[in-house]
């Protein structure tokens, strides 16, 4: 269940300090791992390294391959506030990341390797990052997956609850050329686009791939 957002907070930088361990605050989102086990399965849930890079990156790709956001592929990982993985053996076998800009927390990544999902793993992350959020003052965990129906699924089994809605339009050349004027001599080859949910009929009409994105949002404790 990927999920890949880019909505961000405007709070202070109080909460961002203690989440990333500055002078003065203490490590909270850095807490020691622990080994959780799964049906069958023994997993250790802990903090990203910056050794897991390659297996980090090769989970992502594999787990998000089935899924709509099959074309969001990484070669370098981007860091962020709160960066957990699933370890089963040598094997980066799920990762969450979650930015911290104030109380309300972003969802930016969570996935399980293909060879390990149906396991509780995505759920074993959420349940290691959520009590880490909370100790640093955040009220608010979002994310934006689109309609991949298992990660609908585990976001509202996870206490998410649907809030927003808008329109992701991924636009060929051909299509572009209804809608879009390049200048300075360039020539469009695709685009990225976002719409209003209120035009989600005629966006289909114009275009063969558009997807719902849906804000899911969880209220964590005060």
């Not at 999920?3 to 961002?16: A, I, M």
């Not at 203490?26 to 807490?31: F, W, Y």
């Given at each position: 269940?990927?999920?890949?957002?880019?909505?961000?907070?405007?709070?202070?930088?109080?909460?961002?300090?203690?989440?990333?361990?500055?002078?003065?605050?203490?490590?909270?989102?850095?807490?020691?791992?622990?080994?959780?086990?799964?049906?069958?399965?023994?997993?250790?849930?802990?903090?990203?390294?910056?050794?897991?890079?390659?297996?980090?990156?090769?989970?992502?790709?594999?787990?998000?391959?089935?899924?709509?956001?099959?074309?969001?592929?990484?070669?370098?990982?981007?860091?962020?506030?709160?960066?957990?993985?699933?370890?089963?053996?040598?094997?980066?076998?799920?990762?969450?990341?979650?930015?911290?800009?104030g109380a309300e927390a972003t969802i930016g990544?969570?996935?399980?390797?293909?060879?390990?999902?149906?396991?509780?793993?995505?759920?074993?992350?959420?349940?290691?990052?959520?009590?880490?959020?909370?100790?640093?003052?955040?009220?608010?965990?979002?994310?934006?997956?689109?309609e991949d129906r298992s990660a609908l699924k585990?976001?509202?089994?996870?206490?998410?609850?649907?809030?927003?809605?808008?329109?992701?339009?991924?636009?060929?050349?051909?299509?572009?050329?209804?809608?879009?004027?390049?200048?300075?001599?360039?020539?469009?080859a695709g685009a990225f686009l976002h719409a209003?949910?209120?035009?989600?009929?005629?966006?289909?009409?114009?275009?063969?791939?558009?997807?719902?994105?849906?804000?899911?949002?969880?209220?964590?404790?005060?």
């Amino acid at each position: 269940m990927p999920e890949t957002s880019g909505v961000q907070s405007d709070w202070g930088n109080d909460v961002v300090d203690a989440a990333r361990g500055r002078a003065g605050e203490v490590r909270l989102l850095g807490a020691p791992g622990r080994s959780r086990g799964t049906p069958g399965l023994p997993v250790e849930i802990r903090s990203y390294e910056p050794e897991d890079e390659v297996p980090w990156l090769r989970c992502r790709v594999l787990g998000f391959l089935a899924t709509s956001y099959h074309d969001d592929v990484w070669q370098v990982r981007h860091r962020t506030d709160l960066e957990l993985v699933a370890v089963v053996g040598d094997v980066v076998a799920g990762i969450l990341d979650v930015s911290v800009p104030g109380a309300e927390a972003t969802i930016g990544t969570v996935v399980v390797h293909p060879d390990h999902q149906g396991r509780g793993i995505a759920t074993a992350l959420l349940d290691e990052a959520v009590p880490r959020l909370e100790r640093c003052g955040v009220r608010t965990l979002d994310a934006w997956p689109r309609e991949d129906r298992s990660a609908l699924k585990w976001y509202a089994h996870n206490g998410f609850r649907e809030e927003q809605h808008h329109l992701h339009v991924h636009a060929t050349a051909e299509e572009l050329g209804t809608v879009l004027v390049a200048k300075h001599g360039l020539v469009p080859a695709g685009a990225f686009l976002h719409a209003r949910i209120e035009r989600e009929t005629e966006m289909r009409q114009r275009f063969e791939r558009v997807h719902v994105c849906r804000r899911v949002v969880r209220e964590l404790r005060p």
